[in-house]
């Protein structure tokens, strides 16, 4: 098992859910934010990005040797739970992987695939998961050159524009099928989903 970092961005509202809470979808029998937990866990410790007290997520999680941190501006998006968590990495870590947690087929095969990258390959600074055909997706794994950078980001644009201005040094990890880019937003895409796991 690595010894990066693997944070879990689970701090956002499911706008598009209508109400309902894409991360507490049952998925094999727990909530899908406590199974891409555990497959993280899988892989490294975890760094859960968490809405701010009360909510139900935090219940989610309970027994799991993750650490829990808030996002006091969580509304803001998806960059106000990186730069939290960044803050929280251990002083000694020499990367992080980021990895949204709202992806259902992700296995942590496929992260212990983008550590091991990083690991070895010391002549790109970002590794990032891709489609089976090449897309880049999720997880995404920064050097520790570019904490700095992520720590400054603000909006809801991700980590994108620190990507884009690496461009140079990104290396694409493919990964089975499309999992590193299927993410269900919506309970159209949740019933469509469970579909054609059933068929």
């Not at 859910?17 to 975890?46: F, S, T, Y």
């Not at 309970?62 to 969580?74: H, R």
């Not at 603000?154 to 089975?176: C, M, N």
Request: glycine share 8%; proline share 8%; no cysteine.
């Amino acid at each position: 098992m690595s010894t990066i970092p693997i944070i879990l961005l689970a701090a956002g509202q499911s706008r598009r859910m209508r109400g309902a809470d894409k991360l507490l979808q049952q998925e094999d029998g727990m909530p899908l934010l406590r199974r891409a937990a555990q497959i993280a866990l899988g892989a490294g410790p975890v760094i859960v990005a968490l809405p701010p007290e009360p909510h139900e997520r935090y219940a989610a999680l309970d027994g799991l040797a993750v650490q829990k941190v808030p996002v006091p501006d969580a509304a803001e998006g998806m960059n106000a739970s990186l730069r939290t968590a960044v803050q929280n990495l251990p002083p000694d870590a020499a990367a992080v992987i980021v990895l949204l947690a709202d992806l259902p087929e992700l296995t942590t095969n496929d992260i212990k695939k983008i550590a091991h990258s990083i690991e070895t390959d010391e002549d790109f600074n970002i590794h990032r998961g891709a489609t089976q055909d090449g897309k880049p997706g999720h997880p995404v794994a920064f050097d520790r050159s570019l904490f700095e950078e992520l720590r400054g980001l603000s909006g809801d644009e991700g980590a994108q524009v620190i990507v884009k201005r690496h461009k140079d040094t990104v290396k694409l990890i493919p990964l089975e099928g499309e999992r590193a880019r299927l993410d269900l937003d919506t309970p159209e895409a949740w019933a469509e989903w469970r579909a054609k796991q059933q068929t």
